[in-house]
């Protein structure tokens, strides 16, 4: 081919079907709002990206956006927000996403007195209003004009009674996924929450915190109302301490605990475990995601035996924390297991083949598995032998490099360069001296994912001990994103060069 | 070595090897279903493409060449697993191979690497296309891409409300 001839054809991107085009669209979404002025360039262009940030904020990937904000917040006839006069005359969906987030306040500030928050709620809604900008209606006008409109949406940094809750949520019809968070009742009138047929995502969170019964009766509130026609489901929250209180009216409504979340085929679950890893309900999950827990007693067995209840159905399961959540018990995370440990040997290595001897349990549909990356012998030994022998049919295993720096980002600094250079180096010998490819049979695809350190973990928790590595030294400074990746291809032709060498 | 005759919309013939044929998802069922239906094993397989012109499917195969010793990458490749994507992949032979087309060219290769499921080369290519709508301006984009507006009425200043609303919030 000669470079320097000029190729050309009168194709255009209006050739493309809808279809390719969304897939070239797709990769422009790097946040929530990145996507948006590509809707002006053709109509064409703004149906499809209008596709892609609902689908993103119905798989709860987003938070409904536009965001509208409380500016008066008196009784429910009097409850005002405010939006774009122009919004109110629109014809047809004004929501580019067919989404909205309705809140009370732009951030719920955590470390603070909670109850000042609260007292001072009226005034913060009042500092909403931007004077001259939008038209102030009243939130009943609004819901009822336009709820019909949204298939996705988000109650944030809310303070107001059980009843507005249930007067909103009347007027929106065709939502098909709910976000609750950080809302805080100002009574316990809990009337029945409306019917919302297509309902089928919900996501709770709290993290503020306060009185962990204000959570259970909110979380409980809405479980009850939609449980069982729920696939997904999201529960955050840091002080959710007895699951028990919260599934007692569950199962009185639903006169037994064994139907509870019967369609449920997806879990992402940051709070107490065992709210759903305990006896009281079994839902066909497929997928399950345990993020960061707080004050729970885990360990690779323990855990192995309550998600035994799902190796029937369980496609993925994904560990999103550190080490030092899945050792709690062992005071001090991997720590008590390092060889650093001034614990006795016998001690740490009766502990870890405690931790190890899961009885032989199997999860013959689990094909992906995510676990944060290993940094000692022990860690090694949790992965090999609590998890991965258990999963025949494995096909990706994801490593969680918390800290990890991103190839993918531009580095100036040598220092950063360094890093990566010495993480790259770091990643090559450990799959150098690894064989998790004989060791499952089936295994495509290894990739290492950099994580965001949890701040938590290095500040505040007296226990937690990090191995004095550079991969632990560096912070990725992104919530996600990809530094490695092998295939069994790869593994195979390396292995087929190295005995041709020989 | 096994041919394959591969023969374009405008009827220029390429013979193949069917191994580097068997690259293209597309070409290897054809060629597995020739084998089925035909008596004899000796036997040629040829294979029409009727949407992709003789230029562009040079270039196809010519792609195919060039990368015949890389793994083949599923089509559904999972995005958050990266691998597939054309930052893990594309080489300087890549960017010399793409850098005299126009995007009329580049169009026809999505095209032609959808039809024939080739997922590395769509790879590349729609991340070249990517490269081009980027940190552009609408109009920037429109004038790239040679797109009109064809919005109706006030459609167009209702869309810049809407993302003004979303953007200031």
Redesign the interface.
């Known amino acids: 081919?000669?470079?320097?001839?000029?190729?050309?054809?009168?194709?255009?991107?209006?050739?493309?079907p809808p279809e390719?085009l969304k897939?070239?669209?797709a990769?422009?979404d790097d946040n929530q709002?990145s996507l948006?002025?590509?809707?002006?360039?053709?109509?064409l262009w703004?149906a499809i990206i209008n596709d892609l940030l609902e689908e993103k904020c119905l798989k709860l990937e987003y938070d409904g956006?536009?965001?509208?904000?409380i500016v008066k917040n008196c009784t429910k006839n009097e409850m005002l927000i405010e939006?774009?006069a122009?919004?109110l005359q629109?014809t047809g969906n004004?929501?580019?996403s067919s989404s909205l987030?309705l809140a009370g306040s732009n951030s719920i500030i955590e470390d603070i007195d909670f109850e000042w928050w609260c007292s001072t709620y009226q005034q913060r809604c009042e500092h909403n209003s931007n004077e001259g900008e939008g038209q102030k209606v009243r939130l009943e006008t609004f819901t009822s004009k336009l709820g019909n409109y949204l298939t996705s949406f988000t109650l944030y940094a809310l303070v107001t009674s059980c009843d507005v809750v249930a007067n909103i949520l009347s007027h929106l019809v065709n939502i098909k996924t709910l976000t609750v968070s950080e809302i805080i009742l100002t009574d316990s009138q809990y009337k029945t929450l409306p019917t919302l047929c297509n309902l089928t995502n919900l996501e709770l969170t709290s993290s503020a915190p306060r009185m962990i019964f204000e959570d259970m009766d909110v979380f409980a509130w809405f479980l009850v109302a939609y449980a069982n026609q729920l696939k997904k489901l999201e529960l955050h929250s840091r002080f959710l301490t007895d699951p028990q209180l919260i599934l007692k009216d569950l199962i009185s409504e639903q006169g037994g605990a064994f139907n509870l979340f019967q369609n449920l085929d997806e879990l992402v679950i940051s709070s107490r475990l065992d709210f759903f890893l305990n006896s009281f309900c079994s839902p066909p999950l497929k997928f399950l995601t345990i993020k960061k827990h707080y004050f729970v007693e885990l360990n690779p067995k323990k855990l192995m035996l309550l998600i035994h209840k799902f190796s029937d159905t369980l496609e993925r399961l994904e560990l999103d924390f550190e080490w030092n959540n899945l050792f709690f018990d062992s005071v001090g995370g991997t720590f008590f297991l390092t060889m650093d440990s001034p614990f006795p040997a016998n001690r740490r290595s009766q502990v870890l083949e405690e931790l190890l001897s899961v009885p032989i349990l199997k999860f013959p549909k689990l094909i992906h598995f995510s676990v944060a990356f290993p940094t000692t012998d022990a860690e090694l030994r949790v992965i090999n032998e609590a998890f991965l022998v258990k999963f025949p049919a494995l096909q990706?295993l994801q490593l969680l490099l918390f800290g990890g720096v991103l190839p993918?980002l531009q580095y100036e600094n040598e220092n950063d360069i360094e890093r990566l250079q010495n993480q790259m180096q770091k990643l090559q010998d450990f799959f150098r001296g690894v064989d998790y490819w004989k060791l499952c049979s089936g295994l495509k695809?290894i990739?290492v994912?950099a994580r965001k350190r949890d701040p938590i973990l290095d500040e505040t928790d007296l226990f937690h001990c990090l191995d004095e590595t550079d991969l632990d030294n560096v912070t990725c400074d992104v919530d996600s994103g990809?530094v490695y990746?092998t295939?069994r291809?790869?593994y195979e032709?390396a292995n087929l060069t190295n005995m041709q060498k020989m | 070595m096994a041919l394959v005759r591969v023969i374009s919309s405008d009827g220029a013939a390429f013979l193949v090897s069917q191994r580097l044929a068997k690259r293209s998802g597309k070409l290897k069922t054809e060629i597995e279903t020739f084998r089925k239906s035909s008596d004899n094993s000796e036997a040629q397989p040829e294979i029409r493409i009727v949407t992709i012109r003789a230029e562009i499917l040079r270039l196809v195969l010519q792609w195919l060449q060039q990368h015949q010793n890389d793994p083949v990458l599923p089509a559904n490749q999972n995005e958050q697993d990266g691998r597939g994507d054309a930052e893990m992949g594309q080489s300087q032979w890549d960017r010399d191979f793409l850098a005299p087309m126009d995007l009329g060219i580049v169009m026809e290769l999505i095209l032609a690497a959808n039809h024939l499921e080739v997922k590395g080369l769509l790879d590349i290519t729609c991340k070249l296309v990517e490269s081009k709508i980027t940190g552009r301006t609408v109009d920037e984009i429109r004038t790239a891409f040679k797109l009109k507006s064809d919005f109706k009425g006030n459609e167009e200043e209702q869309t810049r409300l809407e993302n003004r609303w979303c953007v200031e919030n």
């Open positions: 081919m000669d470079a320097n001839v000029v190729q050309t054809s009168s194709t255009s991107i209006t050739d493309l390719m897939q070239i669209l990769k422009l709002n948006l002025p590509y809707r002006l360039v053709h109509p703004k956006c536009p965001k509208v904000y939006c774009p122009e919004t629109h004004p929501f580019p987030t990706k993918s695809r990739s994912l990809q990746s295939t291809d790869e032709s």
